[in-house]
């Protein structure tokens, strides 16, 4: 028998080994997601591990004969070409009708091993008719490293094909974005990807289609098409954008080419020099944040982005504008609650809710029917929404904006009914409150109101609503009130006035010294450096959406156990109340609360990168002219530059101060939550006291319990919310149960303060180790007092400064 030398078989095990294991990975989730869609059989394809043994067994695919000089690598070809003429590995049953089964062609089996009688010693040695062992011979031996090195590369061609061919196959399953989305749920940042994607768009932006020929070296022609550097891309209108800016770069090139080369034809006379220097720092900022993209996404949507042309909704789903700060119902949204339940252990079978409240059947049908917009006409399709063609999700944002500002008008209404109510009954006369209501707000949305009998309490307790899906009513909610895009859209047209306003202010004339030369390069600066800005404006503008809306869904979620509306902002009444005595309800809500903090995890790490970058960049800068102002260096800069860095500094750290004080406010929601499971656990720390007399009313009247006369505000005689739906709860669980007695409800008691005390401690962990941080600092009250009072300290001394050299000048 031959023998392979120890080195080299080494090596050959472990690249068997890592592919195996790719292949594993990948084999799995494909044979995972064909049995959860596929509803009919389809064909039997080989199977996979037989598939995978007779690929990677070299030791018996692969013979040497006589000195080693050949190697039979024949099994494994014909192999392929078998399974490619079956089309097991690329094309399923629904796509091409066939019902046969498929087979290997025995005649193309992988070989077996030969008589050993017949193999030579080993490919160095060279037997005698003694049987001898002979001397090594060079020759012998660089034919063997030759032959070694063409089936190395034959091997990894046929793996290449075979990955391709299952690639391929992933890309027809129905399921294929679960998959992808899923192995996302948890990525991190890849430098090295990174540092690819930002060479590849300087690249570009300097040397446009040529760009190709780089990517298509490394990589492949699919990862251009889906980066939009071709015209065969999905993404038509990123791929015009990207070659107008190219042959903007090409232009901008040959007229500062001109500048500097014939200075004595005064070519763009009165275009300040600081004006290409940001532009192109601004295209260098637009390719790190677009790389930054590419350096989060998974290491299987990498593969498939280079495998072939991907359709927009499944490149969409990266894209951080039309992705999250654009909450469609209908596009990612679910997705991403999908991942941070996945992230946080949830268990969705059990992540429901009961209320305390009936729900309006509006509100009812939006918490427990998950494809509740897909039917509806005014929610928008995240296809519609790329091509720009409809406005419908605006129009959807501000319809449910407007419903909900209705809500809050007629609420008023409907608590004033509530006391007129009262005061009737009061006064003896019968006049029904719920007929009143029905009578006035019959179909009115967000009109809940409590069960009067312990029957209806029993009945409303049977219905449980997926939390997953309040969580979407919620990010939708915080959506609608969240902060509009037109502020970086201002300061971009501020910023576009600075090299006018810089002229105006040296020469009285806002376009002094201008020829054609000048108004064409100006006019072309003027648009392409003004969608460049105000792109990357957007970006970092995102984080203050972000957390701006984040602390917005928070405050609606601590809304859900708060009993006591009155106190809230009228937005914030919309959202009923969960049942306090349902231990399950307390463990949803806090994992609702983690889920929520967490949403969005992808964009946010997005989100912290830009503006950690931004921040330390802009205050180097500020730095720098500090020390010029106070004459500590020599900084000499033009008006120009003075203006554009100016206003640039000012929006980048104005957003991100803005950023510190919601992050504040999201953090000291932990401590207002802590507070109101405190006012809980005081209540039932009460009831469980006065349990007696709980009960005693409960059981006072058995039969005007079932009765529909019987009403709960007769026996129920506490002022505080929390005892009322406490006690409440109680009497429809003795009902329920009869066989509980005294001792078992003060148990169940027992462990419900146990359980909030739980919750309170988890809380307190959480604010102390997971707080919403920026630049790694928690942010928090006091460091934000710290900051502006640093920043007003440096404002009052820059001005003194200025006076000071102000005063000095004239005195010179």
């Given amino acids: 028998m031959s023998h392979i030398p120890a080195a080299d078989k080494d090596k050959l095990q472990q690249s068997k080994a890592s592919v195996r294991n790719q292949l594993d990975k990948l084999l799995e989730s494909i044979d995972s997601s064909e049995k959860l869609t596929i509803a009919h059989p389809r064909p039997n394809p080989l199977d996979d591990t037989t598939l995978k043994n007779d690929v990677f067994n070299l030791d018996e695919s692969i013979m040497f004969e006589g000195n080693g000089d050949q190697i039979h690598n024949q099994s494994m070809h014909a192999m392929m070409s078998q399974h490619q003429r079956n089309g097991g590995l690329v094309e399923d049953n629904e796509l091409t009708g066939r019902n046969e089964q498929h087979h290997i062609d025995p ?15 080993g490919p160095f040695i060279r037997q005698s008719d003694s049987n001898t062992t002979g001397v090594t011979s060079v020759k012998t031996f660089m034919k063997y490293k030759s032959s070694q090195r063409q ?64 990517i298509r070296y490394i990589d492949s022609m699919g990862l251009a098409h889906n980066m939009g550097f071709t015209l065969s891309s999905k993404i038509v209108a990123s791929t015009y954008f990207q070659y107008l800016f190219w042959l903007n770069d090409v232009y901008l090139a040959v007229m500062w080419g001109l500048y500097y080369l014939r200075p004595d034809e005064n070519w763009l006379s009165g275009i300040y020099q600081e004006q290409v220097y940001f532009f192109i720092l601004h295209q260098i900022i637009r390719s790190f944040i677009v790389s930054v993209r590419y350096g989060f996404i998974s290491d299987l949507r990498h593969d498939l982005y280079k495998a072939s042309v991907q359709d927009l909704t499944f490149i969409a789903k990266d894209l951080l504008t039309e992705n999250w700060i654009k909450l469609n119902p209908t596009g990612g949204l679910m997705e991403e609650i999908q991942a941070s339940m996945y992230r946080n252990n949830v268990e969705e079978q059990v992540f429901t809710f009961s209320f305390t409240q009936v729900l309006d059947r509006t509100s009812a049908a939006r918490y427990s029917q998950e494809d509740y917009y897909l039917a509806n006409k005014s929610v928008q399709s995240q296809e519609d929404e790329m091509s720009f063609s409809k406005g419908t999700l605006k129009y959807f944002m501000a319809q449910r904006k407007d419903e909900i500002i209705e809500y809050t008008e007629r609420y008023e209404l409907r608590m004033l009914m509530v006391a007129i109510g009262n005061k009737d009954k009061a006064a003896g006369r019968r006049v029904g409150k719920r007929l009143t209501m029905a009578d006035e707000f019959e179909n009115d949305l967000y009109n809940y109101y409590t069960p009067e009998t312990i029957d209806e309490i029993i009945e409303n307790n049977k219905q449980r609503y997926p939390a997953k899906l309040l969580m979407r009513e919620i990010a939708l909610f915080g959506a609608v009130f969240q902060l509009s895009n037109k502020f970086p859209l201002i300061i971009t047209f501020l910023r576009a006035l600075s090299p006018f306003v810089a002229r105006a202010y040296e020469t009285g004339n806002p376009v002094a010294y201008f020829g054609w030369d000048s108004w064409m390069y100006q006019v072309f600066e003027l648009f392409f450096c003004s969608v460049q800005v105000y792109f990357n404006y957007v970006f970092v503008h995102a984080g203050l959406i972000d957390f701006h809306r984040r602390e917005k869904m928070l405050l609606a979620c601590s809304g859900l156990i708060d009993p006591i509306k ?17 231990v399950q309800s307390l463990q949803t809500w806090y994992q609702m609360r983690q889920c929520i903090l967490d949403l969005g995890r992808k964009y946010l ?52 101060l803005a950023m510190l004080y919601y992050g504040a406010s999201v953090n000291s929601l932990f401590v207002t939550d802590q507070l109101l499971l405190v006012k809980l656990k005081h209540a039932i720390v009460l009831i469980k006291k006065h349990l007696k007399l709980v009960l005693s009313k409960s059981e006072k009247d058995d039969s005007n319990i079932l009765s529909d006369s019987g009403s709960l505000e007769d026996r129920v005689n506490f002022d505080d919310e929390y005892m009322k739906i406490l006690a409440v709860q109680i009497m429809a669980y003795q009902r329920r149960k009869p066989e509980k007695t005294r001792a078992d409800i003060r148990k169940k008691l027992d462990k419900l303060i146990k359980e909030v005390d739980i919750i309170r401690e988890r809380l307190e962990i959480e604010s102390q180790h997971h707080p919403l941080r920026i630049m790694g600092l928690k942010a928090t009250y006091e460091l934000m007092n710290q900051i502006y009072t640093g920043l007003a300290t440096v404002g009052i001394a820059v001005i003194q400064q200025a006076t000071q050299s102000s005063s000095d000048a004239q005195l010179q």
């Fill in 151 to 214: 089936k190395t590369k034959k091997i990894k061609s046929n793996i290449k094909k075979l990955k391709n061919e299952l690639v391929q196959r992933a890309l027809v399953c129905s399921s294929l974005g679960k998959l992808v989305d899923k192995n996302e749920y948890t990525t991190e940042f890849n430098l090295p990807r990174f540092l690819k994607f930002f060479i590849y768009h300087l690249v570009f932006f300097g040397f446009g289609p040529l760009t190709l020929i780089l």
């Fill in 107 to 121: 005649s193309v089996m992988p070989l077996s091993n030969p008589d050993p009688s017949h193999q030579s010693s």
């Fill in 605 to 656: 790490k997005r989100i912290f990168l830009y503006s950690s970058c931004f921040l330390a960049f802009y205050l180097g800068f500020v730095i720098y002219r500090l020390l010029g102002v106070f004459k500590l260096i020599d900084s000499e800069v033009s008006n120009a530059m003075v203006l554009l860095s100016g206003v640039d500094t000012i929006f980048v750290l104005g957003n991100i």
């Fill in 566 to 582: 009155d106190n809230k902002c009228p937005a914030y009444r919309s959202n009923p109340t969960i049942n306090f005595f349902d």
